[in-house]
C-alpha cells in the first residue's frame, strides 16, 4: 500500500516558465511534509517543508501548496532553471509523540527536465 | 564540515556473505536513518536511531541489524546477503524531526550476486 504517491514519472518545462510537480497521500496520521531533489549519483538534498497546520510555505523560487482536504501537495518551482533538472522526492512523516514521528515515507519521485 | 559520510560507495556481495556499511555524521545528530532505493519505489525506511542505544525498526527491516554505540556512527548490517537486497542505501542524520529535513550521504550501491 503506497501511503505518499507521485503519479508523474515525468516532467519537461521550458526555462523560465512554471514546474509544478505533484504528491498525493492516504495517511491522515502525517503532519509533515517534505520535498528532497536528488542527482544521479549523489545523495537526495532537502529542500522545503510544510507542517499540516499550513497551506503554503514558501523558500525563495519554491513554494510547496499542501491541501488537507484533498491530501494533496504541489511544489512550484518559478522560474524553472536547467540546474533544476532531477529527480524530486516527496516525502511526509507523522506527529510528534506518533509511532512514525521522523520516519520519512517517501513517493516514488518524479524526473524533472528543465530545457533551455 | 563533512556532513554524513558513507563507505564504502561501491560493493559487490557473493549471496550468503556479510558485511557492514559504515555511516558516520560529524554535525552531533540525535537522529539517524538508513534508507534503501530501488528503481520506481522511492527510498524506504529500513532502520531508524533517536540517539546513542535506541535503534527502531522501519518499512523493510529483515535481514539487516544496526547499532548505534555513539552518536557520530550508525553501521548497517547485512546478515546474509541475498540478491533481493541489491540496492542503493542511504544513510541520513537530522537534529531534530518534524519538518527539519534529513540530510543524506552519498549512498552505497551494493549489488549482490
Known amino acids: 500500500d503506497q501511503q505518499v504517491k507521485q503519479n508523474s514519472p515525468s516532467l519537461s518545462v521550458q526555462e523560465g516558465r512554471i514546474s509544478i510537480l505533484n504528491c498525493d497521500y492516504t495517511?491522515?496520521?502525517?503532519?509533515?511534509f517534505l520535498w528532497y531533489k536528488k542527482y544521479p549519483a549523489e545523495g537526495p538534498t532537502f529542500l522545503i517543508s510544510?507542517?499540516?497546520?499550513?497551506d503554503k510555505n514558501e523558500d525563495g523560487r519554491f513554494t510547496v501548496f499542501l491541501n488537507k482536504s484533498a491530501k494533496h501537495l504541489s511544489l512550484h518551482i518559478v522560474p524553472s532553471q536547467p540546474g533544476d533538472s532531477a529527480v524530486y522526492f516527496c516525502?511526509?512523516?507523522?506527529?510528534?509523540?506518533?509511532?512514525?514521528?521522523?520516519?520519512?515515507?517517501f513517493g516514488q519521485g518524479t524526473i524533472l527536465t528543465v530545457h533551455p | 564540515n563533512a556532513g554524513v559520510t558513507q563507505t564504502p560507495k561501491f560493493q559487490v556481495l557473493k549471496t550468503g556473505q556479510s558485511m557492514t556499511l559504515q555511516c558516520a555524521q560529524d554535525?552531533?545528530?540525535?537522529?539517524m536513518s538508513w534508507y534503501r532505493q530501488d528503481p520506481g519505489m522511492g527510498l524506504r525506511l529500513i532502520h531508524y536511531?533517536?540517539?546513542?542505544?535506541?535503534?527502531d525498526q522501519g518499512e523493510v527491516p529483515n535481514g539487516y541489524n544496526v547499532s548505534r554505540s555513539t552518536t557520530e556512527d550508525f553501521p548497517l548490517r547485512l546478515l546474509s546477503a541475498a540478491p533481493s537486497q541489491t540496492s542503493v542505501y542511504f544513510c541520513?542524520?537530522?537534529?531534530?524531526?518534524?519538518?527539519?529535513?534529513?540530510?543524506f550521504g552519498s549512498g552505497t550501491r551494493l549489488t549482490v550476486v
Open positions: 495517511n491522515s496520521m502525517f503532519d509533515y
Open positions: 516525502a511526509a512523516s507523522g506527529r510528534a509523540g506518533g509511532t512514525s514521528y521522523g520516519k520519512l515515507t
Open positions: 536511531s533517536v540517539g546513542a542505544g535506541i535503534t
Open positions: 541520513a542524520s537530522s537534529y531534530s524531526l518534524g519538518g527539519y529535513g534529513y540530510t
Open positions: 554535525m552531533n545528530h540525535e537522529y
Open positions: 510544510i507542517s499540516s497546520i499550513k
